[in-house]
């Protein structure tokens, strides 16, 4: 038996809303479900968050004086704490930097340091041949001249050689060195090494850092003590001043380590002959902060290439090696005391080039020789003391053993004694007198002092401002979507292809009631069949 399946339909109006995006759309920064609903206005966001103030003056509730006020508080101290920042930020990118000196237990020295001594007078009057004082008339003043006072006009000499020349013609250590001492033992020339400088021929002791001479104690009598004749009566007259003319008498001493070449015209330091001289050392280990702090060279920074003839970088190889370099540009040769295989400058322009020495090493951290320190050093604090020498007995006795008058004694004769005051050496570190973590603790004080705020408020903040931007953004890339028939009751809402489509009455029950209204009304049958063959359906 057939059965007659009615449906009640409503329909409804297209619906004004369009659907919401897909679940992946409406999650925020802290990952909020699908669904979510709408992102919280101001006042709830200030109710809720944990910076001081800001409940009270931009939370929910009514206006007033009271608000203002809270909110004057609020925008006063934001600017305040703004304003340390600022100051703080300013302090730390100055990047400040002090010297201290390590408390610690002090560290053994590591040996005896290299002493480098030159005699002022660079050449020996005695030594000097006719061509020598010919060559040299630009850099010492003396005339030239033959054998009779006066050089012919056809008379050529030989081309010089500087190297021979400072060799032969400067002071013998064998002549000067009249005793020598080490730690109690006895030392002599052989223990010196020869080194050129811009004072012609000097010597130094303890030179090779492969056999550095260790030192057993400290004070005086346990390093090395030497006595000198400075040999005045070799020095060369003046005729006329130039820029290497020298007026004093006497040697000049550098101590320095043995990696480090002698730069003695201008670290070293005098002495006169009838004092004896007492030099009492330090050994201070330096540490340098690199960049930003500082501009150390740092050991494992390559800048450029290595410096041509030296084992280990330094400040005085550095120099030495500008000073190369500029005489190279301007004179096209290299002085005796620089590095390299270049030819060395004939002595007829020795003034020239070293006058432009001067003139283009000056230029600070941007010139054109900008040498930084090294950001390990050693170096050797000094304390100089004199008493003068001889005294009236050892006068007598001095001349009478080497043949000389008391006057030559007083006049020539010097002593040098350079000792460890102690064997320790001082630890001298550059550390940075305000750091990253002081520049956070500083910032986390006034901020909790001004505003109560902390990492975590900022996070608050943060995420406040992406969810208002990320809901702001979705309304302007939202697409429009079909409009929907929406039910205004509590049936379901189906268009009418839909309807068509869906439904489950046949076409034959449809033409049955062909002509009835599109509402159709409830047909009971009370008369039906048991069982409910015929059922009310709300499609």
């Not at 007198?433 to 956070?440: D, E, F, P, Q």
Request: some cysteine; overall charge neutral; aromatic content about 8%.
């Amino acid at each position: 038996m057939p059965i007659e399946i009615v449906c009640k339909i409503k329909f409804a109006e297209e619906d004004a809303k369009p659907k919401e995006k897909e679940a992946g759309d409406e999650q925020s920064l802290l990952g909020a479900a699908p669904g979510a609903a709408a992102p919280r206005d101001l006042a709830t966001f200030a109710s809720t968050s944990t910076l001081h103030g800001l409940g009270r003056a931009c939370g929910p509730g009514p206006r007033g004086l009271r608000r203002t006020l809270w909110a004057l508080a609020l925008f006063t101290s934001l600017a305040a704490f703004l304003y340390q920042a600022a100051g703080l930020a300013r302090g730390y990118l100055s990047r400040p930097h002090l010297l201290a000196m390590d408390p610690a237990a002090p560290a053994p020295v590591s040996g005896f340091p290299a002493v480098t001594l030159c005699n002022i007078n660079r050449f020996r009057h005695s030594a000097l041949s006719d061509a020598d004082i010919f060559h040299l008339a630009n850099l010492t003043g003396l005339p030239p001249k033959d054998r009779d006072g006066h050089r012919a006009a056809g008379l050529r000499y030989p081309e010089p050689d500087m190297v021979d020349i400072l060799n032969r013609t400067g002071h013998q250590l064998a002549d000067m060195l009249k005793s020598c001492n080490f730690s109690g033992h006895r030392c002599s020339a052989s223990n010196f090494s020869v080194v050129y400088t811009r004072y012609g021929k000097c010597y130094t002791f303890n030179a090779d850092p492969q056999s550095s001479l260790p030192s057993r104690a400290g004070g005086m009598g346990s390093g090395l003590e030497i006595m000198l004749d400075i040999q005045q009566e070799e020095y060369l007259p003046i005729w006329r001043e130039t820029n290497e003319t020298s007026f004093e008498a006497g040697i000049r001493v550098q101590i320095h380590s043995q990696e480090e070449p002698p730069y003695i015209h201008q670290l070293g330091f005098g002495v006169s002959p009838g004092f004896q001289t007492f030099v009492s050392c330090q050994e201070q280990r330096l540490t340098y902060l690199p960049q930003p702090w500082g501009n150390c060279r740092a050991e494992t920074e390559h800048r450029g290439p290595e410096l041509q003839g030296y084992s280990a970088y330094s400040v005085s190889a550095c120099r030495l090696r500008c000073e190369k370099e500029a005489v190279l540009q301007r004179c096209h040769c290299r002085m005796v005391h620089m590095p390299g295989n270049e030819t060395i400058c004939p002595p007829n322009i020795y003034i020239e080039c070293a006058d432009h020495i001067l003139d283009s090493l000056g230029g600070g951290s941007e010139g054109p020789c900008f040498c930084p320190m090294p950001c390990n050093l050693t170096r050797y604090g000094k304390e100089i003391s004199m008493v003068r020498i001889p005294n009236k007995g050892s006068a007598r006795y001095l001349a009478r053993k080497y043949n000389r008058n008391e006057t030559y004694i007083r006049e020539n004769f010097l002593v040098l004694d350079v000792f460890f005051e102690a064997l320790t050496s001082e630890a001298v570190e550059q550390r940075a007198a305000y750091g990253l973590s002081a520049l956070l603790g500083d910032l986390g004080g006034q901020m909790g002092l001004f505003i109560g705020a902390s990492i975590l408020t900022l996070l608050e903040i943060l995420d406040y401002i992406y969810e208002v931007s990320w809901d702001r953004l979705k309304r302007v890339w939202r697409r429009p979507k079909t409009p929907l028939r929406a039910s205004t009751g509590g049936i379901s809402t189906l268009g009418l292809q839909e309807l068509k489509e869906q439904s489950p009455c046949p076409s034959r029950g449809r033409a049955e009631v062909g002509g009835a209204s599109n509402l159709l009304p409830n047909h009971h049958h009370p008369h039906g069949p048991p069982g409910g063959l015929f059922e009310d359906f709300a499609c």
